[in-house]
């Protein structure tokens, strides 16, 4: 081996060496970027905050808002104590979105809830004291789920 | 040369630090832009709007359950305590606390000594001590006058056709508490005066109102 194949390999040798160097600083330099965001995401957003759901208070507040407008006639009030839960839920379906389920219950004091397993379920209550010449307290609840 | 070649070669390793820098500062000015305390602060305003209406339906219905009764001039105090009490129990079975203090005045129109009936009723959730009712100097008083019970008094006189101002206080172990009562005294008619100071509490807001209305019977 002459003088220059000996430069020329050791050349070789060093060039080998420095990019085996450059991949292990790149490595590290990826697991350190991804340790960073890691760290970020842990210490930023693991805190557990949910999100309010303002659409059940809206939809509340609608179904409020139908039953207030329907009590201005008075034959809500005989809807009510007559128990006539249909025509009820017909009159307020015309008031309210089309994509929530609805059920009418007049009752006194125990509500009883409908028999449907939804973990979105929701409801309204309207008091009336009565109608005239019938003063029989009662509560209109009003049950949406989707 | 060379050493240009080298440079150019090291800063690429760093571009994924640099580009997880840029992901951080992203992600955290998303987490800032949503803003849950203020979403959370519109719910509250939301569910304080919604008592409020709540809280209007009772003083309209407790009004109606005079109105209602008109037929039945007997019935119309009775069934004003009656729906208070009622309303009272729908609320607290949603958390929410109605009370107050309900006030009936009646008086038919007659030939003088005319008499005022004033009805009393304690809905503070706590007894009161001591209730006294003022109507025209003359006072009427009660010892011990429980939640949820009415008391009953009546005034006699030649009153004239003018505003009096009933005055009813009351003791309880929270407060002294004295509420005036307009009534319009008219010697030509007969009449009802309702004074209702409602108040509606929960843990989201709370909603009071003092008011009366008289109504020719």
Partial sequence: ?146 | MICKTRRGNGSKGQVFIVLSIIIITVMVMLKTGINISQIMENKRYLEAGFEQMQFQNIRNEALKAVQISYENKSDMTNNLNNFMRYARLVMSSKAVNLAGVAVTATYNHSTAPYVVNVTVLNMLGTDMFYLNVTFNTTTAEFRSVSDGMAVQAGFSGNYETMSHIMTVFYNTSLANTTEYVTIPFDTTKSKLTVFLDLSLKSDRSEQRDVFNETYVI
């Fill in chain 1, 1 to 146: 081996m002459d003088e220059t194949s000996e430069v020329a390999a050791a050349r070789g040798y060093d060039s080998m060496k420095k990019k085996s160097s450059k991949g292990i600083s790149k490595t590290f330099e990826s697991i350190v970027a991804i340790l960073s965001m890691m760290t970020v995401f842990i210490i930023y957003f693991s805190a557990k905050q949910t999100m309010p759901d303002l659409e059940i208070i809206n939809r509340e507040m609608k179904a409020f808002s139908a039953m207030k407008t329907l009590v201005e006639s008075n034959d809500f009030r005989q809807w009510v104590l007559a128990n006539d839960t249909q025509t009820l839920e017909n009159k307020i379906m015309s008031l309210m979105p089309s994509d929530t389920n609805y059920e009418i219950v007049v009752c006194q004091l125990d509500c009883a809830k409908p028999s449907v397993t939804s973990e979105r379920m929701f409801s309204a209550s309207y008091i009336i004291a009565g109608d005239v010449k019938d003063f029989r307290p009662r509560q209109v609840v009003l049950y949406m789920w989707s």
